[in-house]
């Protein structure tokens, strides 16, 4: 089930360095945000605190709240592993285990978490496979390893991997950077089916990437040269790219900086 998060007031540290500096902000159930900004801003930093990835960066913390449907994931009685599990992640290169064949790739995070029902596994990578709009290409291939795939392919197929476990989130960051334009559309066309179950936040690079995909966009930004990075503002993003309130904003979109 698609669930909503808030951030509220939300400082990210690595060791003594402040990387972003209190970010509050909200992300609606079934809707697509899309985090942008220049290089080293802390879009990928503020994702990857959404489901308690940076925390295995040694030295790297958090202060502030992330809410998943009114939760604290960094509560202390709250488990890592089940916040990523509920809150997935797709990654900036496609990363299947290269010798696992597809179907295992698909099945691997069930299988570790104890589920051993054949049928009940094949059932579920189908639905995935189909899911990630790749089960007709793969079908008649499931043993093959999912590194036998082509780039386009293998991204989809973490997607599938990610939503395998049915989490509430997915979060995606650039997952279309190493892609050609072919491979990206597909992927740009699976993210607008899969918001229908899941609530998807991505952060992009590519502008036009943002204004197609999502319903909201956030802008980041450093201060200055060594300032921790800062949310400058989040909105509709039609209105982020026609009328935004923040010059900052309009300068990047328009390509005066960035």
């Known amino acids: 089930m698609a669930k909503r998060i808030d951030v509220k007031d939300l400082d990210i540290y690595y060791g003594k360095f402040h990387a972003v500096d209190s970010v509050t902000l909200s992300v609606p159930p079934r809707n697509v945000t899309a985090f942008i900004g220049p290089s080293g801003c ?90 990630a709009n790749l089960w007709n290409e793969v079908k008649d291939r499931l043993n093959k390893p999912g590194g036998s795939l082509s780039g386009g392919q293998q991204q989809r ?13 997915l979060l995606m960051d650039e997952p279309c950077s190493a892609l050609d334009p072919i491979s990206t559309l597909a992927i740009e066309d699976l993210i607008a089916e899969l918001k229908k179950d899941y609530t998807i936040v991505i952060v992009t690079h590519n502008m036009q990437q943002a204004a197609r995909v999502s319903d909201q966009t956030a802008f980041f930004n450093l201060a200055g040269v060594g300032q921790p990075g800062r949310l400058v503002e989040i909105n509709d993003t039609e209105k982020i790219f026609s009328n935004p309130n923040e010059k900052a904003t309009e300068d990047y979109i328009s390509g005066r900086f960035g």
Do not use: W
């Open 42 to 131: 802390g879009k990928s930093t503020v994702l990857r605190t959404l489901n308690r990835m940076h925390e295995v960066i040694p030295g790297a913390r958090a202060e502030g709240q992330v809410l998943l449907d009114g939760e604290d994931i960094y509560a202390s009685s709250v488990d890592p592993v089940q916040v990523r599990r509920t809150i997935g992640m797709v990654f900036q290169r496609p990363n299947p285990f290269p010798t696992m064949s597809i179907r295992d790739n698909v099945v691997a995070g069930l299988k570790l978490a104890g589920t051993k029902n054949k049928k009940k596994l094949d059932e579920i990578a189908e639905r995935a496979l189909r899911g």
């Open 157 to 169: 197929l973490c997607i599938a991997r990610a939503i395998a476990v049915r989490p509430d989130v």
